[in-house]
């Protein structure tokens, strides 16, 4: 939902996808996840970690976009059109597409999935995506799931805040303390959410693998 300078309010738009996600099931979580700062569009999902796989796919510094429930179809030998929905398909910094299936680690383990899966893997070809990978909760790091959850949260953007951390960016050398930072900003609250946007957008990166808080490290981000 986005607030209008005349007071009223327009709801998200829903990401069209190739396969609409069972928002609604009974047996596994579903829902929809409301995306970007100006909160302008949602997109659904089928379970918790197909949830926790897009917020911290779409943390990632090295991922430009990501697209959910992609169509991929083939032609079998007998002529039949064969076809799968790939939860996900991350467009990376260098230009690679890669295709994510999400699964449990239960599901995948299974021998018949497993042959499903690398059948299907086998037939995409490199105009489609680059690289084919599963993705189940054992990949899924928890602090950076934690950070991930944090950073979409503190998404909205508070423009004097936000400014007024942006240009304490050009200021920092070497690694400095997000206290610090908040101090700094001189808002409290609102400048510890700046700080967070400014890990959000890559501007800022921690120094180690940590969850985000006030006695947290960060620096400019190391551009490779």
């Not at 009974?26 to 926790?52: F, L």
């Not at 949260?153 to 400095?176: K, N, Q, T």
């Amino acid at each position: 939902m986005m607030t209008m300078p005349d007071g009223g309010v327009t709801l998200p738009v829903r990401v069209q996808t190739a396969r609409k996600t069972a928002v609604g099931a009974r047996e596994h979580q579903t829902g929809q996840v409301t995306e970007y700062s100006d909160e302008g569009y949602t997109v659904g999902y089928d379970s918790n970690t197909e949830m926790k796989c897009m917020l911290v796919l779409r943390a990632r510094p090295d991922v430009v976009d990501l697209e959910s429930q992609v169509l991929f179809q083939w032609l079998d030998a007998d002529g039949k059109t064969g076809k799968h929905f790939f939860d996900f398909r991350a467009l990376k910094a260098n230009g690679q597409r890669v295709a994510i299936m999400v699964k449990s680690e239960y599901r995948r383990r299974q021998p018949k999935v497993q042959a499903e899966l690398a059948g299907i893997a086998a037939r995409v070809p490199q105009s489609f995506a680059d690289q084919v990978v599963v993705m189940t909760e054992r990949d899924i790091d928890p602090v950076e799931y934690f950070n991930a959850e944090l950073m979409h949260e503190m998404r909205r953007p508070d423009p004097d805040a936000d400014a007024a951390a942006r240009r304490l960016l050009g200021d920092i050398v070497g690694a400095v303390r997000v206290q610090n930072l908040v101090d700094a900003i001189g808002l409290g609250a609102r400048g510890f959410r700046a700080a967070v946007r400014l890990l959000r957008s890559h501007e800022l990166e921690l120094t180690l693998n940590v969850r985000i808080n006030h006695e947290a490290y960060v620096r400019r981000r190391m551009f490779k």
